[in-house]
């Protein structure tokens, strides 16, 4: 229960400029999509992996997309991407693939905002055992200015919560995994610092 709750560092849902979505398990596209529809942000930002490309399809999406089309001409192996929503309209963008998944993700929206300077303020929406990761990946790779909310998915899935998550093999070993996970992250964020300080 500590371990859990430790990892589940959960904000209250807000309002912001914009919604981000981590790639993954398609419950949190959906909760995404949700709070897109009840406007609590203009523009919804989906980060799509290549195994989500043809489950994309079975979204309640606001405008229609073909995901599959769009990624056909990169190789299997490249096709990461986000799609962006805002004003009726949508845009997709090929992101490059990191090793670490979650850190190449963040740095993505970082080299996104870099661009979007309207954007103050961030939900960002995973599952709810990931966000203590993210928020480390949101504190040394965002804007400082930017405000972020960190969000997780109700209900996800049965054996992920909080008062059964031991009863399940596969969530046993996600849930564990989350503090190695977080050292090693931990780690690079540091080594990444200081070779960066060492060249200026």
């Not at 929406?125 to 909310?149: K, W």
Request: proline content about 6%; charged content about 20%; hydrophobic content about 50%.
């Amino acid at each position: 229960m500590r371990l859990y709750d430790w990892l589940t560092c959960a904000d209250p849902i807000g309002n912001a400029d914009l919604i981000f979505t981590l790639a993954g398990r398609q419950g949190r596209k959906v909760f995404a999509l949700e709070l897109f529809s009840q406007m609590r942000a203009p523009s919804l930002l989906l980060s799509v992996g290549r195994f989500e490309i043809r489950r994309f399809a079975s979204l309640s999406l606001p405008v229609p997309l073909d995901m599959v089309q769009v990624a056909a001409p990169v190789s299997p192996p490249d096709r990461h991407f986000f799609v962006i929503f805002s004003n009726n309209a949508v845009e997709v963008k090929w992101v490059p693939r990191g090793r670490l998944g979650t850190m190449s993700e963040i740095r993505a929206l970082a080299a996104w905002l870099d661009g979007h300077p309207e954007v103050g303020s961030l939900l960002v929406v995973s599952s709810a055992t990931h966000l203590r990761r993210i928020r480390m990946c949101c504190r040394a790779l965002l804007p400082r200015e930017v405000h972020v909310l960190l969000l997780d998915v109700p209900n996800e899935d049965p054996f992920l919560q909080r008062d059964r998550w031991w009863q399940s093999r596969a969530a046993r070993a996600m849930v564990m995994a989350e503090p190695m996970k977080l050292l090693l992250y931990r780690l690079v964020l540091l080594l990444e610092r200081e070779i960066g300080s060492a060249s200026y």
